[in-house]
């Protein structure tokens, strides 16, 4: 026991020889000016107020979408897939913790033998043994570090999947009601269109019209019917998503009508660049830098020595080259202190390797960063255009309806032309096609911009 104590204080008495990264938990690297900005205003990125900070309930309040993003949270088996992917790392966790302690081992053996016609004699012993690593250099403390940044890191990206959901069953249905209102209105005009070629005919009848105005008439009614197949085979394509989405076989899907959607009333024009910080991206990012970074520490922990005491304990009856019977108890301890002095290199090339690698997942971090800033950048303008452009699309409608209106009736009187008509019933559908489809992209901004600012609680 004295030996052992020796041991151990040889090798405390290496301890400032080391180098103190291999004790160091992990920092941000301020060194980046991206990092350094990130960290000056993360202390506002709890703000409540924060669009990333609702809960999704908050943001999408139509019962229909919260019913289906409810359906794809438990059946989505990518999310599934995420949460399993936390259990395996909480696993490799509870592992790392547990080096600390002990290993035991049972391992009974007995045999026999007997030379020149002698006697055969049993021989057998039941011995438990145990070994201990004593982590003076702290390579079990960065095993150990490093797989609870794995945890957070399999944390952080189950909530970017679940963000990832959310933003693709509200995109997919806003998707699909957009497009179920363009078959509505496309519908609605066709019907339209049809009164107008009989009104053509009756016309021609009477003598206040040609032939021409009846079959340019025609024409046009079926063009608008002409579209119908394709708006139908775009919402059985989104409705199939959609399916994929929940997990379940293709069907249709119920949508709302109503185009008053609106952002909540947390909602600002500005974005704080501290919002970045709850993004689970970003955050996956970093903790993936700390990962690289402890598994750096255990790549220079490697060049140090290992103190490891193992004991031996039990009953046999092999004592030396003597059987003896009955068998008696023995115990055995041992010391070892093993310090790498030639590997072939391998220690080098691992450090080498893990600098790099950390490099790497450093460039990671900052791209995410980067990225997570452009996409709120443009889902911002994206929104506040859309927004712009419908409420100009609301009032050219209103200016088209009483167009049509007015041109059929002076086309009664004879005070206008059949293509002024066409002209103005063409242009209405036009514009109410491009308000349904600016609203579509006012609500898809919103929710990639929730979603950029990781939303998804």
Same mark, same amino acid.
């Not at 103190?20 to 301020?30: A, G, L, T, V």
């Not at 908050?58 to 259990?87: C, H, M, W």
């Not at 790549?299 to 020595?305: E, S, T, V």
């Given at each position: 026991?004295?030996? %052992? ?60 979408? =919260? ?5 794809? %949270?438990?059946?989505?088996? &990518?999310?599934?897939?995420?949460? %399993? !992917? ?7 966790? =509870? ?25 055969? !004699? ?48 509200? !995109?997919?249905?806003?998707?699909? @009601? ?79 009508? &109503? ?54 304990? /039990? ?23 093993? @310090? ?9 090339? !691992?450090?080498?390797?893990?600098? @790099? ?10 791209? @995410? ?35 049509? &209106?007015?041109?059929?009736? %002076?086309?009664?009187?004879? /005070? ?42």
């Amino acid at each position: 026991m004295k030996k %052992l104590i020796k041991l151990a204080v040889v090798a405390l008495a290496l301890l400032p020889l080391t180098s103190c990264h291999i004790y160091k938990k992990y920092e941000r690297p301020q060194e980046s000016a991206i990092i350094s900005e990130l960290t000056k205003a993360e202390e506002t990125a709890q703000d409540s107020t924060a669009l990333g900070n609702l809960g999704w309930k908050q943001v999408f309040t139509d019962p229909l979408l =919260q019913s289906y993003i409810d359906t794809a %949270l438990v059946r989505n088996k &990518d999310l599934n897939n995420a949460r %399993l !992917n936390v259990e395996v790392a909480q696993a490799q966790l =509870q592992g790392a913790k547990l080096s600390y302690f002990p290993s035991l081992a049972f391992n009974p053996n007995g045999g026999t033998a007997s030379y020149g016609g002698s006697h055969m !004699n049993w021989s057998y012993t039941l011995p438990l043994a145990a070994n201990w690593e004593i982590d003076i250099f702290a390579k079990i403390l960065n095993r150990k570090r490093g797989a609870k940044m794995g945890v957070e890191m399999a944390q952080a990206y189950e909530s970017a999947v679940r963000s990832q959901i959310i933003g693709a069953v509200a !995109n997919t249905y806003y998707a699909l @009601a957009s497009l179920q209102m363009q078959l509505e209105v496309t519908k609605q005009t066709a019907v339209l269109f049809d009164d107008l070629v009989h009104s053509m005919e009756l016309m021609k009848q009477a003598g206040n019209t040609n032939e021409a105005a009846v079959v340019q008439t025609r024409a046009n009614y079926y063009a608008v019917l002409a579209s119908i197949p394709d708006i139908e085979s775009a919402i059985r394509s989104t409705e199939n998503t959609m399916s994929l989405l929940l997990h379940s076989f293709p069907r249709s899907y119920e949508t709302t009508r &109503d185009m008053s959607f609106s952002a909540p009333s947390e909602f600002n024009e500005g974005v704080p660049f501290s919002y970045l910080a709850v993004r689970p991206d970003v955050a996956a990012a970093e903790r993936s830098l700390a990962v690289a970074y402890y598994a750096t520490n255990s790549a220079r922990a490697a060049f140090y020595p290992s103190l490891n005491i193992s004991a031996q304990g /039990g009953f046999t009856n092999a004592i030396g080259s003597l059987i003896t019977n009955p068998g008696k108890w023995f115990i055995q301890l041992a010391g070892s202190l093993t @310090a790498p002095i030639f590997s072939r290199g391998q220690n080098i090339a !691992n450090l080498k390797v893990a600098k @790099a690698q950390q490099q790497q997942a450093m460039n990671n971090f900052e791209y @995410a960063v980067l990225n997570a800033a452009a996409e709120v950048g443009d889902a911002m303008h994206s929104y506040n255009a859309s927004k712009q452009k419908q409420d100009a699309l609301s009032k050219e409608i209103e200016q088209l309806e009483k167009s049509v &209106d007015y041109t059929k009736q %002076l086309l009664t009187f004879g /005070g206008s032309t059949y293509l002024e008509v066409l002209t103005a019933q063409q242009g209405l559908l036009q514009a109410q096609l491009s308000e349904i489809d600016s609203w579509h992209s006012r609500v898809a901004a919103l929710v990639s911009l929730y979603q950029s600012l990781g939303g998804g609680r």
